[in-house]
């Protein structure tokens, strides 16, 4: 293999790269490698795990998926996001690996491509997109390839697992960057409304027309155009919006005039538009026409190692410092959480607030926290049991007279105190 012209092509990629042997040496790298890592590269020496992640051994045998590993498995390209240690700190990487054969087929090394994901991080950072699981790790590979291109994204995911936060990060890092983020909030618009919020009007198209406006699409030119809770755009007006997007072309309300648009369509939803289809309630053609690139959210309870790094990043936001004690931060782990990264974000605020030390223990916590949730396969309370529980809580702290309870409980006083009885309780007042 001649290495000059290696270096000569590696040379020619503007984004970090190197060419790698079998033994994870680094052939050749470009200045862009150069000038992302802390550490001097010696080529025929230098060790890639040892460059990007200052290991002694390769990455699948210090508990991370390896691309190599990946390209000798299954002999194709490989890629994965990592946690590279570069001059700017702990960042993560979207790692492209190509397997490269000569004429014969035989396997000559490797060719890596960097990209740096300036939009996620694993450590408290403001503005970022925080995690680190592996459900966080794939969600990011894929807004990464959706954002160099084109593509309609379609953001799947439930209320508060951060759909905006990735519209916006799909935005960032595309080419369209320096032009407008536009958000379109669909829940709630009357058809008449939507209208002429999405496309602008002519003076006179109304009454209240005083003037022509300018739509949302208009304000978008050149940028991207953010559908939030597309699942609410009511059919009559879906099929405007399949027009819009297949044609790229609208006209104002009241006007005759035709305009050409141009926007990078991305949507959101936190409802299952493909249930809707079947019901009826979402043109399909429609739903085909947005989810050229489907991106599932994984809700926080499937990305429960993620719980004590984001509640450390949002105590990083609040004036004071304060942090979580060792017992508050496994409560908060079992949590199930049905309003997501928001939820968390509420319950980290209120506790920071109530905590009258600089730690937050459990009892600062809103109660629903330490409530018993049902896990799929946990082992279910039976009913007299929950019962019996529930009553024991509420008795502890209960002021009033066992007649406020039963009022309360929505029970006879006869049937509370048969019920208090039966378990050894008794109420205080
Ligand atoms: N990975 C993350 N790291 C840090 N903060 C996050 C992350 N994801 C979401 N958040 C925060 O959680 C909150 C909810 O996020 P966002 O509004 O993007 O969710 P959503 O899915 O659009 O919610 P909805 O469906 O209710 O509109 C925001 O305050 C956002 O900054």
Same mark, same amino acid.
């Given at each position: 293999?001649?290495?000059?012209?290696v270096?000569?092509?590696?040379?020619?990629?503007?984004?970090?790269?190197?060419?790698?042997?079998?033994?994870?040496?680094?052939?050749?790298?470009?200045?862009?490698?150069?000038n992302t890592?802390?550490?001097d590269?010696?080529p025929?020496k230098?060790?890639?795990f040892?460059?990007?992640?200052?290991?002694?051994?390769?990455?699948d045998?210090?508990g991370?998926s390896?691309?190599?590993?990946?390209?000798?498995?299954?002999?194709?390209?490989?890629?994965?996001v990592?946690?590279?240690?570069?001059?700017s700190?702990?960042?993560?990487?979207?790692i492209?690996?190509?397997p490269?054969?000569?004429?014969?087929?035989?396997l000559?090394g490797?060719?890596?491509i960097l990209?740096?994901?300036a939009?996620?991080?694993?450590?408290?950072?403001k503005g970022?997109?925080?995690?680190?699981s592996?459900?966080?790790?794939a969600?990011l590979?894929?807004?990464?390839?959706a954002?160099?291109?084109?593509?309609?994204?379609? $953001?799947?995911g439930?209320?508060?697992?951060?759909?905006? !936060?990735? =519209? *916006?990060? &799909? /935005?960032?890092?595309s080419?369209?960057?320096?032009?407008?983020?536009?958000?379109?909030?669909c829940?709630?618009?009357?058809?008449?409304?939507?209208?002429?919020?999405?496309?602008g009007?002519?003076?006179?198209a109304?009454?209240?027309?005083?003037?022509?406006k300018?739509?949302?699409v208009?304000?978008?030119?050149?940028?991207?155009l953010?559908?939030?809770?597309?699942?609410?755009v009511?059919?009559?007006?879906?099929?405007?919006?399949?027009?819009?997007?297949e044609?790229?072309t609208?006209?104002?309300?009241?006007s005759?005039?035709?305009?050409?648009?141009?926007?990078r369509?991305?949507c959101?939803?936190?409802k299952?538009?493909?249930?809707?289809?079947e019901?009826?309630?979402f043109?399909?053609?429609?739903?085909?026409?947005?989810?050229?690139?489907?991106?599932?959210?994984p809700? $926080?309870?499937?990305?429960?190692s993620?719980?004590?790094l !984001?509640? =450390? *990043?949002? &105590? /990083?936001?609040?004036?004071?410092?304060?942090?979580?004690?060792?017992?508050t931060?496994e409560?908060?782990?079992?949590?199930t959480?049905p309003?997501?990264?928001?939820?968390?974000?509420?319950?980290?605020?209120q506790?920071?607030?109530?905590a009258?030390?600089?730690?937050?223990y459990?009892?600062d916590?809103?109660?629903l926290?330490?409530?018993p949730?049902?896990h799929?396969?946990?082992?279910?309370l039976?009913?007299e049991?929950a019962?019996?529980?529930?009553?024991?809580?509420?008795?502890a702290?209960?002021?009033?007279s066992?007649?406020?309870?039963?009022?309360?409980?929505?029970v006879?006083q006869?049937t509370l105190y048969?019920?208090l009885?039966?378990?050894?309780?008794?109420?205080?007042?």
């Amino acid at each position: 293999m001649n290495i000059s012209i290696v270096q000569a092509m590696i040379d020619a990629i503007d984004k970090p790269a190197i060419f790698i042997n079998h033994q994870y040496v680094i052939e050749a790298v470009n200045q862009p490698y150069r000038n992302t890592y802390p550490v001097d590269i010696i080529p025929g020496k230098s060790q890639c795990f040892k460059v990007s992640h200052g290991n002694t051994k390769p990455c699948d045998q210090c508990g991370e998926s390896c691309p190599i590993q990946q390209c000798k498995d299954t002999g194709r390209t490989a890629s994965v996001v990592h946690i590279h240690t570069t001059k700017s700190g702990q960042s993560y990487c979207d790692i492209l690996m190509r397997p490269v054969h000569d004429a014969n087929g035989d396997l000559l090394g490797y060719l890596e491509i960097l990209d740096k994901l300036a939009f996620a991080s694993n450590y408290p950072t403001k503005g970022k997109m925080i995690g680190e699981s592996a459900a966080f790790k794939a969600m990011l590979n894929k807004i990464n390839r959706a954002a160099k291109s084109d593509i309609a994204v379609l $953001l799947q995911g439930e209320t508060g697992t951060g759909k905006e !936060l990735v =519209s *916006h990060a &799909l /935005h960032t890092s595309s080419h369209r960057a320096e032009k407008p983020f536009v958000v379109i909030e669909c829940t709630g618009l009357a058809d008449t409304l939507f209208e002429s919020e999405l496309f602008g009007y002519e003076k006179g198209a109304f009454t209240g027309a005083q003037s022509n406006k300018k739509g949302l699409v208009d304000a978008a030119q050149g940028g991207t155009l953010f559908f939030d809770e597309i699942g609410d755009v009511p059919l009559t007006m879906q099929v405007k919006l399949l027009r819009l997007f297949e044609t790229q072309t609208y006209r104002p309300v009241g006007s005759v005039q035709v305009k050409k648009a141009d926007f990078r369509l991305v949507c959101a939803s936190h409802k299952d538009l493909k249930s809707l289809v079947e019901k009826g309630e979402f043109r399909q053609d429609l739903y085909y026409r947005i989810a050229g690139f489907p991106i599932h959210l994984p809700p $926080l309870r499937e990305r429960q190692s993620d719980i004590e790094l !984001l509640c =450390s *990043h949002m &105590l /990083h936001e609040l004036p004071s410092k304060k942090r979580l004690h060792k017992s508050t931060i496994e409560m908060l782990t079992n949590y199930t959480y049905p309003g997501n990264i928001r939820e968390l974000k509420n319950i980290v605020e209120q506790a920071y607030l109530l905590a009258d030390e600089n730690v937050i223990y459990p009892t600062d916590l809103p109660e629903l926290v330490s409530e018993p949730t049902v896990h799929t396969n946990e082992r279910v309370l039976t009913l007299e049991a929950a019962e019996a529980k529930y009553l024991e809580k509420v008795v502890a702290k209960h002021e009033g007279s066992i007649d406020t309870l039963a009022n309360a409980l929505g029970v006879s006083q006869r049937t509370l105190y048969r019920k208090l009885q039966s378990l050894g309780l008794k109420v205080k007042g």
